[in-house]
């Protein structure tokens, strides 16, 4: 089951509409070159988890590509709605779920003269995918696939987009297909000069754990640097914060593929999904962690 909201000025509480009808026009450039901008966040136990960081990100998006959107009060009054419609329309009863809330920002229909109107902007709320849920479990298998760009190019080449959610998300989905055709199941890309970048829809984390010279261990939780374009994830923030309040040193890449070899826990970590162990690498098992999992599952389940 899905909820359908479109922010539209002229319904302050956001517009109610069929996600089964046609909605969009098929001329918005949303649809014809995916130009548009999106945020995908968790609801669950009546909240929209980092809500306010997804906000922000959606504002940086809409600065990056030159989009206009809504306030964040509209997002916020939008997405009131169709959480409340979602709960009106579950079954009774039903369990403790998991389910997805959509942004969605398009730049709308070109002229004859090359001048927008306004794109369409909505919430959605649906089911989490069960993919994401098993993989917590059962962690992933991820092939290294090389993005083929440098980790300068974010700098050099700002029409990139690099570090903006936009929607032309093809090649990561493209790069999901190949890791599943090879018998994987996610990504992690890389840079043309050999550095560790993201998931297709997840920031990568690697953990290490240490003994200081007065015996204590210490445990460091690093991430791939922002400078090499990739986009800053809510979860990893999340974690980040979560992490240095338990006392964990962190760390911001340059990270290797050979860092990841020689860590002992590598994760996938998004949103939805939430975090997900990598269990090899190109078909070779890695290390992993449960002790290290579950400290960071506890961190996760902490985010509000
Ligand atoms: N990197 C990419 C390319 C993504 O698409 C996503 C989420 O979909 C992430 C990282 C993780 O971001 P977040 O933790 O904010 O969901």
Redesign the pocket.
Known sequence: MTVLVFVDPAHPGGRVADPDAPQLSVLDAGVTRGDGIF???LYTGGRVR?LE??LS?MAVSAQVTDLIIPSAGAWRAAIATAVSQYDAAASPGAGPSESVVKLIATRGAESADGVHDYGSAWVTVSPAPELGLRQRETGVDVLLLDRGYDSTVAERAPWLLMGA?TLS?AV?MAAIRHAKRNGADDVIFTSSDGRVL??????VLLATRETDADGHEVKRLVTPTLETG?????????IFAAAKSAGWELGYGPVEPRHLREAAGVWL????RLLAPVNSLDGEAISTDAELTADLSAMVDSIN
Not at 198 to 203: A, D, I, L, N
Not at 269 to 272: L, P
Request: glycine share 10%.
């Open positions: 945020e995908s966040a980092k960081m997804h990100r959610k998300y990561n993201e998931g297709p829809t997840s920031t990739i986009l800053p994830g809510t979860t990893q923030g999340a970590v998004s949103s939805v």
